[in-house]
């Protein structure tokens, strides 16, 4: 069936230090993929999106780029800040169904 | 644009009690919301699609007589937690996605606690 597996965390960085949370998923069809943030204590919001191969999303200096060939869609930002502390979520949906699936989530502690 | 409103933020209730959670799209139409459970440190698990105007279509292993959902207009969705136990406190998150975006929007989510 459909999933994502993200990478465990918590990661835990330094301040300026490069990030990269990976995500891999499987589907049928060509479905949307997704970054969504939560910082503490606050809901979900979209981060970053990509609806076919090879489209790049980005926001807030973060990066993913949608991976046809190894289904993946890691996270990358070249230099992570303390106000990045939060959860990650990778998620894929049906342009059919509407529905999300979401990965378990990647917690990020950057430290000052 | 493209924002969800969801109420209450947080509610503790007795158990055996029901509760009502409301899920609004301000700014759109949606004909189609869902309902999302996120358990402390996991993700989300997608409970039920709520359509406009018909029964909800829940996945498998959500109890439909607990989880009551009523969509009864194009801006707003129910959740109803009938006879709430403490194994039902949870987060409960809904969703819609605004016609012609590929984006889903979240409401801020519901933090239910049952004592």
């Known amino acids: 069936g459909d999933s994502v597996t993200q990478m465990e965390g918590p990661v835990t960085l330094s301040e300026e230090a490069f990030l990269t949370i990976n995500c891999t998923y499987t589907?049928?069809?060509?479905?949307?993929l997704f970054w969504y943030v939560q910082y503490p204590g606050e809901g979900l919001q979209l981060l970053l999106k990509?609806?076919?191969?090879?489209d790049k999303g980005s926001n807030k200096g973060f990066e993913a780029t949608y991976r046809k060939e190894t289904t993946s869609f890691h996270l990358e930002k070249g230099s992570v800040q303390v106000s990045d502390s939060a959860v990650y979520f990778c998620?894929?949906?049906?342009?059919?169904?509407?529905?999300?699936?979401f990965g378990q989530g990647t917690t990020l502690q950057v430290k000052p | 644009g493209a924002v969800v409103s969801q109420h209450p933020s947080r509610v503790i209730c007795k158990s055996g009690t029901s509760v009502k959670i409301e899920c609004r799209s301000l700014?759109?139409?949606?004909?189609?919301m869902f309902w999302y459970r996120q358990f402390p440190k996991k993700s989300l698990m997608l409970m039920a699609t709520?359509?406009?105007?018909?029964?909800?279509?829940?996945e498998q292993g959500v109890e439909k007589d607990k989880f009551l959902i009523n969509h009864a207009s194009l801006t707003l969705s129910t959740l109803t937690v009938t006879s709430a136990h403490p194994e039902d406190s949870s987060f409960y998150i809904c969703?819609?996605?605004?016609?012609?975006?590929?984006?889903?929007?979240f409401g801020s989510g519901t933090r239910l606690t049952v004592v």
């Open positions: 700014d759109f139409q949606a004909t189609t």
């Open positions: 969703s819609a996605r605004p016609q012609g975006r590929y984006g889903y929007t």
């Open positions: 709520s359509n406009e105007g018909s029964k909800a279509t829940y």
């Open positions: 589907a049928t069809g060509y479905p949307s």
């Open positions: 990509a609806t076919k191969a090879d």
């Open positions: 998620a894929h949906g049906s342009s059919n169904t509407g529905k999300l699936i």
